[in-house]
């Protein structure tokens, strides 16, 4: 049976369609939800986790319908929010048994134990909540999410304000509880880090999935080399043949090309012709990212990221 089986889910909010019939298949594998601000991820993860009624369509996990059964749908996921909350009085430890306790799980203390163990977090589960670093508390809620076994794990940004090396190791594990057989839906903004760790990824945008592919796959379909140059000023648009625009993030223009190295010569060529000051010029292959800004087009990186949810985030992981 598959995992998670979605077919037509839409929501609308008065006249704003925030999921527009999206059609999914997910089984044993991290599937990763990419899209800008307010293309609709949160809103999908809630329908799925049952938080949120469709409007129309439905979805199914380990074939219980989120609309007819959400019940059933409880008790095969977790859902780890951004926000999740663990008691920063209590320990480690505490915090887990209390939610075995919460879900009604037959040994608490030894359920707990085994989650936190999972997340190596066994030689810190004494120790208060506010003493663990960043990546320590994100691992905590992960125990939480596990003690009930779940089929599915949903997670909502799993990597935020983590550092680098915090970051590498929350992946480990969820890679590690994927290889356990478990399904596992994340939602990022981290488009390296996607393109990393999960098996497949959907890009979504206004709602609706303009693609669903493995991040490989999705590469080949940008086949060219990515010239990506640093300007001041304003793009004409006048390009040498054979050229592709591909987009542009802040000063940065990206353009597809068959061989990198003829074509960034002549580009910035052209681009100083236009009166553009050429701050560097890279060529490389294309990335996730560049498969992103191909489909989703440009992007305004303040407002692709919530600056006060991320503030927010800090202080809560400080
Ligand atoms: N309760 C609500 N009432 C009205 N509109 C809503 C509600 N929840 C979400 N929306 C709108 O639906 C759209 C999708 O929002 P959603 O939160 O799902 O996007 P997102 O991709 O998760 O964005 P983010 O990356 O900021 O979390 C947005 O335009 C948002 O403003």
């Given at each position: 049976?598959?995992?998670?089986?979605?077919?037509?889910?839409?929501?609308?909010?008065?006249?704003?369609?925030a999921?527009?019939?999206?059609?999914?298949?997910?089984?044993?594998?991290?599937?990763?939800?990419?899209?800008?601000?307010?293309?609709?991820?949160t809103?999908?993860?809630?329908?799925?986790?049952?938080l949120?009624?469709p409007?129309?369509?439905?979805?199914t996990?380990?074939?219980?319908?989120?609309?007819?059964?959400?019940?059933?749908?409880?008790e095969?996921i977790?859902?780890?929010?951004?926000d999740?909350?663990?008691?920063?009085?209590?320990?480690?430890?505490?915090?887990?048994?209390?939610?075995?306790?919460?879900?009604?799980v037959?040994?608490?203390?030894?359920?707990?134990?085994e989650?936190?163990?999972?997340?190596d977090?066994?030689?810190?589960?004494?120790?208060?909540?506010?003493?663990?670093?960043?990546?320590?508390?994100?691992?905590?809620?992960?125990?939480?999410?596990?003690?009930?076994?779940?089929?599915?794990l949903?997670?909502?940004?799993?990597?935020?304000?983590?550092?680098?090396?915090?970051?590498?190791?929350?992946?480990?594990?969820?890679?590690?509880?994927?290889?356990?057989?478990?399904?596992?839906?994340v939602?990022?903004?981290y488009?390296?880090?996607?393109?990393?760790?999960?098996?497949?990824?959907?890009?979504?945008?206004?709602g609706?999935?303009?693609?669903?592919?493995?991040?490989?796959?999705l590469?080949a379909?940008?086949?060219?080399?990515?010239?990506?140059?640093?300007?001041?000023g304003?793009?004409?648009?006048?390009?040498?043949?054979?050229?592709?625009?591909l987009?542009?993030?802040?000063?940065?223009?990206?353009?597809e090309?068959?061989?990198?190295?003829?074509?960034?010569?002549?580009?910035?060529r052209?681009?100083t012709?236009?009166?553009?000051?050429?701050?560097?010029?890279?060529?490389?292959?294309?990335?996730l990212?560049?498969?992103?800004?191909?489909?989703?087009?440009e992007?305004?990186?303040?407002?692709?990221?919530?600056?006060g949810?991320?503030?927010?985030?800090?202080?809560?992981?400080?």
């Open positions: 049976m598959t995992a998670v089986e979605v077919s037509g889910l839409t929501k609308r909010f008065g006249s704003l369609v999921v527009d019939r999206m059609d999914l298949l997910i089984d044993r594998e991290i599937f990763g939800l990419l899209g800008p601000n307010g293309s609709g991820k809103t999908t993860v809630k329908m799925l986790t049952t949120l009624a409007t129309e369509g439905d979805a996990i380990c074939g219980h319908s989120v609309t007819g059964n959400p019940l059933a749908v409880r095969q977790s859902y780890v929010p951004q999740m909350a663990v008691d920063q009085k209590l320990t480690g430890r505490e915090n887990v048994v209390f939610f075995a306790k919460v879900y009604g037959p040994h608490p203390r030894e359920t707990a134990d989650a936190l163990a999972m997340m977090l066994s030689s810190r589960a004494d120790d208060l909540v506010r003493t663990y670093s960043g990546g320590m508390r994100r691992r905590l809620e992960l125990a939480q999410a596990l003690v009930h076994d779940p089929a599915v949903f997670l909502d940004e799993p990597t935020i304000g983590l550092d680098v090396a915090g970051r590498k190791r929350i992946w480990e594990h969820i890679i590690a509880l994927k290889n356990r057989g478990m399904t596992v839906f939602t990022t903004h488009m390296d880090e996607a393109d990393q760790a999960c098996d497949r990824v959907g890009i979504i945008d206004g609706r999935v303009v693609a669903t592919d493995t991040p490989s796959a590469k379909t940008v086949c060219r080399d990515i010239v990506s140059i640093r300007t001041d304003t793009f004409g648009g006048q390009l040498p043949e054979g050229v592709a625009f987009g542009r993030t802040d000063d940065e223009l990206r353009f090309v068959d061989n990198g190295e003829e074509a960034g010569l002549s580009i910035s052209a681009l012709r236009d009166g553009m000051t050429i701050r560097s010029v890279s060529i490389r292959q294309p990335t990212d560049d498969v992103f800004l191909a489909l989703v087009g992007q305004d990186e303040t407002a692709a990221f919530d600056v949810q991320f503030s927010r985030m800090l202080r809560r992981r400080a």
